[in-house]
């Protein structure tokens, strides 16, 4: 049972932004910093974001991250085709002792 | 080049026991953190376990706890996970994830390409 809440499902078309929402609460979120992974149809995750909005070496500026109180967002900036993959945020819960995982958003390309 | 590579997957009876492995390259393995992550068919991902650098830390998911055992060897540069009492939920693609930090928080910036458990009679 994720403690991290994401919307189910996100879409758009060639060259849109598309945000995803993620929303934790004090023990999570509001206490750490967020980061999210790409997860590609049949492949392994992949960090895409940590701490908060810093992107690893590789990663597309057009991917950002931000945290604000318990919630963060991540935007995708001129989607393009092979943006079409799972999405999740992940942070560590003081109160769980345990690093939760978002429960995912699927991005659609249309 | 960073690699980690899971073996050690198969067909299990419930009740049965499994050892995974995760052999690592490219990096000073004694020098990182390691979990082991999993991510049940068609679902989300699910962190299972952590294990610092020398070993003397661990912590567990309360759905594996008392069933599961991380270690790692760190001369054979190999992460582990023994699987005990497995159940059908156990079912999943099983990933090593390196751990790395910035200041005091953490995030996995390398995962392996995973191996998959299948729990069923």
Redesign the interface.
């Known amino acids: 049972q994720s403690v991290l809440t994401q919307p189910p499902s996100a879409s758009g078309t060639p060259g849109q932004r598309v945000t995803i929402s993620c929303s934790g609460s004090s023990s999570n979120i509001g206490s750490n910093t967020v980061n999210w992974y790409q997860q590609l149809p049949g492949t392994a995750p992949k960090l895409l974001i940590y701490s908060n909005n810093q992107r690893p070496s590789g990663v597309p500026d057009r991917f950002s991250g931000s945290k604000s109180g318990t919630s963060a967002s991540l935007a995708i900036s001129g989607l393009q085709s092979e943006d079409e993959a799972d999405y999740y945020c992940a942070a560590w819960d003081d109160s769980l002792n345990v690093y939760v995982f978002g429960t995912g958003t699927k991005v659609t390309v249309l | 080049e960073v690699q980690l590579v899971e073996s050690g997957g198969g067909l299990v009876q419930p009740g049965g026991s499994l050892r995974l492995s995760c052999a690592a390259s490219g990096f000073t393995f004694s020098s990182y953190e390691m ?1 082991w ?1 999993r991510q049940a068919p068609g679902k ?4 299972v376990s ?1 294990i610092s650098s020398s070993g003397s830390t661990i ?1 567990y ?2 759905s594996v706890k008392g069933r599961f055992t991380i270690s790692r060897d760190n001369a054979k540069n190999s992460l582990y996970l023994q699987m005990n009492s497995l159940r059908a939920e156990d079912t999943a693609v099983y ?1 090593c994830a390196r751990e ?1 930090s ?1 200041g005091d ?10 191996t998959l458990v299948t729990v069923s009679s």
């Open positions: 979990n992550v989300g991902l699910e962190w952590y912590y998911a309360d990933y790395a910035d928080q953490y995030y996995f910036d390398y995962w392996g390409q995973g």
